[in-house]
Each structure stands twice: as structure tokens, then as C-alpha cells.
């Protein structure tokens, strides 16, 4: 988008148009300037300002308002001359960006009824209010590159050795430095078999070598306890982000399970799509 600029000749008009909408009831159609005829309507100037970057919104009402304006009379101007330069290319991108936009509409209607308040409280009340309390862990780590290291430091540990101190001058990942703590966690924020480690093993136990791949571990389990089910403050932006993303993707796969789709590839090299000749075909 070209940079937003004030119309200081115009500034009167357009703040009395703006301030006017709701006194008047204005309308999309309200056509707020020509082009060599061409309208430009109240409705476009709403849509191009519901598509700029959040910077753009905290300009004074009127610097918005003349700067959507003039961007859209430059387009109008220059959409003019581009139409009577249209390639068969141009009309296959413009019915691409087309379809493009179509869809997106489809699938952003779906996914902002997706997340109801009703909906949100009955995704938490399955995973969180209502589930079986999970576990969470203690634990820390000493990371290394080989399996016969992480062996030698396992059991210099056992003969005595503090487990910590190994970890300052051992352990090549940023915990080295607190001991190797990891802090509390779950098993899902682990990898395997890492998780699976920690999950047989028994407070204040040593085990190892584990690998994984970020290297080898000796692993140390300090305390488990059950977890207390989070607010529902701190999971709802998670809980909408899901339930917005599973009703897209049943949207999708149920419009094309209800779609008539017939491929006609056969004979078709994939390698076609690297030559742009066959756009000017």
C-alpha cells in the first residue's frame, strides 16, 4: 500500500463526510469521488481500511480518511490504464486472487463462529475442569554428545559426584548453567524418549544414557506432583486458537467430500509448472 498521505485541500469536505456517516445514515454506495467517471464508494474506502496494519489505525481520523482516499483514486487512475493492458495472464491471476479471496471469506466466517463462549467453556471443562488430573515433573538433565560421556559422568554420579556440578561442567545446552533444572513441566513439552524416561522413573532417581536428538542425557527426577487444572484465562487463546482451527479443517474436508472433482493430469509432466511460457499459450 503506498504510504498514507494528507490532502490539506480537501480536509473540510472529508471531515464532514466522515462525521456525517452516522448523522446521515451514509451507505456503501455513497460515492465519495470519480475517476474518469469511475466511482469510488464509501463501502471500498471501509474495506481498505479494514485491511490496513494495526500502525496505520492510531492516525487522526482525517489523515485515514483523505489517505484511503487518494490510494484508491491512484488505483482507480492506474486500473484503467492496466485493464487495456491485460494479458491472458492477468485474467488467470485476477480469477486466482479471486477464488483466493472467496475461499479465505468462507473459511474466516467459519472459524470466527467457531470459538463461542459456549464452545470455549465446554472444550475446558473436557480437557482441563472435568479431566483426570495429569502429572507434572521436577526434573534436570546433563546433555552430551556421546553415549560413552554421558556413561562416565552416570557414573561418576553414582560413586558420589554432585549432580548439579556436573551439569556447570558438562552439560552443553543453556540449563548447564542452573545445575541442568529444567523446572516443572509436562511430557508433552518433551521429546521422546526423553518423556518416556522421566515417566518410569521414581523421585530422586538418576537415569541414563537417554538419547535423543539433541544428544545424550543423564537424567535426574527431583519430584512429581498432580497438576492443578489452569484458569481458564490462561488456556482460552489456546482452547480458540483449536477449536478455530479444527472447524477450518472440517470445513474443508467437508466441502470437498461434497464436491464433484475429477483430475485431468494424465499425461501431464509436473515439470510443466517451471515454464512461464505457457502462460502467454
Excluded at 152 to 163: H, L, W
Aim: charged letters at 30%; hydrophobic letters at 45%; a negative charge.
Amino acid at each position: 500500500m503506498p504510504k498514507l498521505t494528507k490532502i490539506l485541500g480537501a480536509a473540510t469536505l472529508v471531515l464532514t463526510l466522515a462525521g456525517a456517516a452516522q448523522a446521515e445514515g451514509l451507505k456503501a454506495d455513497q460515492v465519495v469521488a470519480t475517476v474518469n467517471g469511475k466511482d469510488i464508494t464509501l463501502g471500498q474506502m471501509l474495506v481498505v481500511h479494514d485491511s490496513l496494519p494495526a500502525e496505520y489505525l492510531s492516525l487522526p481520523d482525517d489523515v485515514l480518511f483523505n489517505g484511503i482516499l487518494e490510494q484508491l483514486i491512484q488505483q482507480t487512475a492506474l486500473s484503467e490504464i492496466g485493464e487495456g493492458m491485460m494479458t491472458h495472464r492477468d485474467e488467470i491471476a485476477l480469477e486466482v486472487d479471486r477464488r483466493a479471496y472467496l475461499a479465505n471469506s468462507v473459511l474466516d466466517f467459519t472459524a470466527k463462529g467457531a470459538a463461542t463462549e459456549e464452545k470455549v467453556m465446554e472444550a475446558y471443562k473436557i480437557r482441563y475442569a472435568e479431566a483426570e488430573p495429569s502429572r507434572e515433573y521436577h526434573a534436570a538433565h546433563i546433555i552430551v554428545d556421546t553415549k560413552e560421556e554421558a556413561e562416565k559422568i552416570k557414573a561418576e554420579i553414582d560413586g558420589g559426584a554432585d549432580f548439579a556440578e556436573e551439569a556447570k561442567k558438562n552439560s552443553k545446552d543453556g540449563a548447564a548453567a542452573n545445575g541442568g533444572d529444567l523446572g516443572w513441566f509436562g511430557l508433552k513439552a518433551m521429546v521422546q524418549p526423553f518423556a518416556d524416561a522421566i515417566a518410569g522413573m521414581k523421585d530422586g532417581e538418576i537415569a541414563g544414557p537417554v538419547q535423543t536428538e539433541y544428544g545424550w542425557h543423564v537424567i535426574k527426577l527431583y519430584e512429581s506432583r498432580l497438576a492443578d487444572a489452569p484458569k481458564i484465562e490462561d488456556v482460552r487463546a489456546e482452547i480458540e486458537g483449536d477449536l478455530r482451527q479444527e472447524a477450518v479443517e472440517k470445513r474443508v474436508k467437508d466441502t470437498i467430500s461434497a464436491a464433484k472433482v475429477e483430475k485431468m493430469t494424465d499425461g501431464i509432466d509436473p515439470a510443466v509448472l517451471k515454464d512461464a511460457t505457457v502462460l502467454g499459450q
